[in-house]
Each structure stands twice: as structure tokens, then as C-alpha cells.
């Protein structure tokens, strides 16, 4: 069934509260880390009336997403999708840029515009930037087909970045589009009447 023109649909995606590898400044991907003590009691304090009732939550399954959602959304329930997870760093994972600025195998990935280069065990950023799409548009499918009309997802800050950089505004990179933990953005698209979407606009959540 073909999408309707302009009919539009409301997700609101945000980034998990913080972890110690937040704290210290830690490479972390596919590390199925939880929370940091201080990132828990950061969610729990705020108000959680700024992130919306929606016809659909989801998170990509990894611990700090999962108990963000359950803090700021509490007695919702979810759906995991797998394809929102992080980065996958290999063997960068929970270092930090001192602990392997000196790697010849870390300069090549830093430097690296043609996006193959993999992290050691890991991803290459054209795996990564084709997994979010892929994972984004199954979920403007999804909305559609089941009627959903709003959804809240909490993802990566990477995954956010991602989307915006790829699907809105190319002109910023992916990293100035990454929210605070625990914020995001509340994002309009536009189904399109060619099987196709746009996204429409953006607000900040904070």
C-alpha cells in the first residue's frame, strides 16, 4: 500500500542518560554497559513531563537504553530493535583517545574519508551510517503500516546524529547533531505519496 501524501508522523528519539564511560570520556559501542549512579539520579530528577505520551516506545536494547526509557517512561512498554545499537568501536571499545592515539590502526580510522576503514574487530563508519538508515526507515514503516502516529525511542548518540546528518541536514556532521544525555529531539516526517519520506522539522527536547 503506497503512503499517503503529507500524512505526517511524530518520533521523538533520545539519547540514553550517562554512563561512566560518558564520565571518563570512554569509547563505548556494543559494551552492554548500565547507567552510572550519577546518570540514574540525573534522569530520575528531571521532569519527566517533557518527553511525551506516545503510541509506540522503543529502545535498541542495550542496558542504558532500556533503563533510561524505564526512568523517563515509566510502566510503558517496549519493543527492541537491535539496529539502533551504538557503534561497534571492537577493540577501541572503553579506551580512551590517549590510551590509543598512538595506534597506527586508530589514525587510520580517525583519518579515514572513505568511511571503509573498520575499527579493529568492529565497524567501519559506512556499515554503521548503513545500519541506522536501514533501522530508521523500517520504523517509518512500521508507524505506517500499524498506524502508529507517535513514537519514543531511546537510542545512542551516534544513531541520533546519524539520522539527522543523513535524513535532515548534511551540512552540520553527524557529531554537532548528537543531544545531552537524556534529551533528543522531537522530529516530524513527512510520508510521501512515492513510498518515500522527508523529514519535515526538528525540536530540540531539553
Known amino acids: 500500500m503506497p503512503y499517503k501524501k503529507f500524512m505526517k508522523k511524530k518520533i521523538y528519539l533520545i539519547r540514553h542518560g550517562k554512563t ?5 570520556q570512554l569509547y563505548c559501542g556494543k559494551t552492554d554497559i548500565d547507567l552510572s549512579e550519577s546518570g540514574r539520579k540525573e534522569l530520575e530528577s528531571r521532569d519527566i ?18 533503563s533510561t526509557l524505564e526512568i523517563i517512561c ?21 579506551k580512551s583517545y ?9 589514525q587510520d580510522w580517525i583519518i579515514d574519508e572513505t568511511q571503509n576503514v573498520c575499527c579493529p574487530n568492529g565497524e567501519s563508519k559506512l556499515e554503521f551510517r548503513n545500519r541506522i538508515e536501514k533501522a530508521f526507515d523500517k520504523l517509518i514503516k512500521y508507524m505506517f503500516k500499524e498506524n502508529k502516529e507517535t513514537s519514543l525511542g531511546v537510542i545512542h548518540g551516534g544513531a541520533i546524529g546519524i539520522i539527522l546528518e543523513i535524513k535532515y541536514d548534511d551540512s552540520k556532521k553527524f557529531y554537532e547533531w548528537q543531544p545531552k544525555n537524556g534529551y533528543g529531539y ?12 522527508k523529514i519535515y522539522s526538528i525540536r530540540p527536547i531539553e
Open 74 to 94: 515509566p510502566d510503558k512498554k517496549y519493543t527492541v530493535i537491535n539496529e539502533f545499537s551504538e557503534y561497534n568501536f571492537g577493540d577501541f571499545e572503553l
Open 186 to 197: 522531537e522530529i516530524i516526517v513527512d510520508i510521501l505519496d512515492n513510498n518515500d519520506y
Open 49 to 66: 513531563n517533557i518527553y511525551p505520551k506516545c503510541d509506540f516506545y522503543f529502545t535498541s536494547g542495550l542496558k542504558r537504553a532500556n
Open 98 to 106: 590517549e590510551d590509543l592515539k598512538d595506534l597506527k590502526e586508530y
Open 20 to 24: 561512566y564511560c560518558n564520565e571518563k
